[in-house]
């Protein structure tokens, strides 16, 4: 990408990227301060205070706190202090989860790929993020952590990933999704995995009385079906919304086989990418996946909840736009980040106003198809990680320099042995001679 302007220097790339990510921040604490209420944090800041004072924390509607009590827990400490300073500190925590697992999750792909990532995906998921961020919505943390957890999923450190994902899941419940995901198909990960579901069970107990903690438990999966009820009776930027925008009402029966169809359809080609793909490569698909699965079937999803998708779409536009050079299906991916960030502005100009969340679901079955294709396609790296970075620094204008050089080093390493070889070998006949001429001379 520095050929169309960016900053050449990996440094300056990444330090011009976390600028934009301040900005955002700045920008979004700045509309808080001036008055802005465009928000959902007061739900989290009513059940920080529900939790403090031992009050239910769910009603009958399915709407208001639709969250575990360890989101609750994490509020309780912000329910006493003002309204602005909560929504600030909620902001900070959002935004820096957010970003940092975005520049994590670059990491991966820059390792293996040996080019830098960061910049090209803030650029593309920073207009996806903007309304999630004004809104104080849990999915930036939420997906912030999951890609923290993808990022340690990579390096194989399995407590670590174990404890962001829990902790994901104790923010939205929406990231169990990847936790089965990786739970599945890393069998390394199982025993932190339940040693911490064990753990994540226990908090609630520990931070109010057992009486009052039993019962909010208990109402959790009442709590959980009215609140997926509502996914049936109103418009949201699923699959079955951008179907019943098109006058086909599916039947919760139905919708239920169909997601669980899905899931194994998911966890399929997560098994298939592993196999075909690079270990950095695998890890990234699986985020894709996950989050698109959540993004198509989850019952509640809004237009700016797709924000947790963005660094997936922007990661595969740069290799495709940098490393395999198919600019085609790099403009096909943005199109779909431009589609799915105009959402809701491009289709209510054909429906109404409260039925204009089926361009986002479109996109991402688009984007769904692709990930499909990338899993089982034959073109992309394989899964030795050495002949991918092998191949990728030669289709980068990077990696053809790097990979003189490591041809120029591999023959000097290879002459410098074959001459130390040579040298031993002498040494060794030379040794040998000395003892033959020796017994010569004692036989005459």
Not at 6 to 15: D, M, Q
Not at 81 to 90: D, G, H, K, L
Not at 271 to 282: F, N
Not at 355 to 363: E, K
Request: with cysteine; net charge positive.
């Amino acid at each position: 990408m520095a050929a169309i302007g960016f900053p050449a220097s990996e440094k300056a790339r990444h330090l011009s990227g976390w600028i934009w990510w301040t900005v955002l921040a700045v920008v979004t604490i700045g509309l808080i301060l001036a008055g802005g209420k465009r928000s959902v944090v007061h739900n989290y800041i009513a059940a920080g205070d529900a939790w403090s004072t031992a009050a239910p924390l769910y009603n009958e509607t399915g709407d208001g706190f639709i969250y575990l009590p360890h989101l609750a827990i994490l509020f309780a400490p912000l329910a006493h202090v003002p309204t602005e300073v909560a929504e600030v500190i909620w902001r900070i925590l959002a935004l820096s989860l957010f970003a940092s697992g975005v520049y994590r999750l670059c990491r991966v792909g820059e390792r293996e790929l040996g080019v830098e990532l960061f910049l090209t995906t803030t650029l593309i998921t920073l207009p996806l993020s903007w309304s999630a961020a004004q809104n104080g919505q849990a999915t930036l943390p939420m997906a912030g952590l999951m890609m923290h957890a993808i990022a340690d999923v990579w390096r194989q450190s399995w407590n670590r990933s174990a404890l962001w994902l829990w902790l994901a899941v104790g923010i939205k419940p929406l990231a169990v999704v990847l936790l089965l995901l990786i739970a599945a198909t890393k069998p390394k990960s199982r025993r932190p995995l339940i040693i911490g579901a064990f753990c994540f069970c226990l908090l609630p107990f520990l931070a109010q009385r057992t009486p009052y903690v039993w019962q909010q438990m208990c109402a959790i999966p009442h709590m959980l079906t009215t609140a997926s009820g509502g996914g049936q009776t109103e418009y949201w930027a699923q699959l079955f919304g951008m179907l019943e925008v098109a006058g086909l009402s599916i039947s919760p029966r139905w919708q239920f086989l169909t997601r669980v169809g899905a899931a194994l359809a998911t966890l399929g080609a997560v098994v298939v990418a592993e196999r075909r793909l690079s270990k950095g490569t695998s890890a990234l698909v699986l985020y894709a996946l996950a989050a698109t699965y959540i993004m198509l079937f989850s019952p509640r999803t809004e237009n700016n909840t797709y924000a947790m998708v963005a660094p997936a779409i922007a990661l595969f536009f740069a290799l495709e736009a940098d490393f395999r050079r198919r600019f085609a299906v790099a403009s096909s991916l943005l199109a779909i980040a431009a589609g799915t960030v105009c959402s809701f502005e491009i289709g209510r100009l054909f429906t109404p106003r409260e039925q204009s969340i089926w361009l986002a679901p479109v996109m991402a079955v688009c984007f769904a198809v692709y990930l499909a294709r990338q899993s089982f396609s034959r073109t992309l790296p394989q899964s030795s990680p050495n002949s991918w970075c092998d191949e990728v620094k030669n289709m980068s204008p990077f990696g053809a320099h790097q990979s003189a050089d490591k041809q120029t080093a591999d023959k000097q390493t290879a002459d410098k042995q074959t001459a130390d070889k040579q040298t031993a070998d002498k040494q060794t006949t030379d040794k040998q001679r000395v003892p033959n001429s020796l017994a010569k001379r004692s036989a005459a």
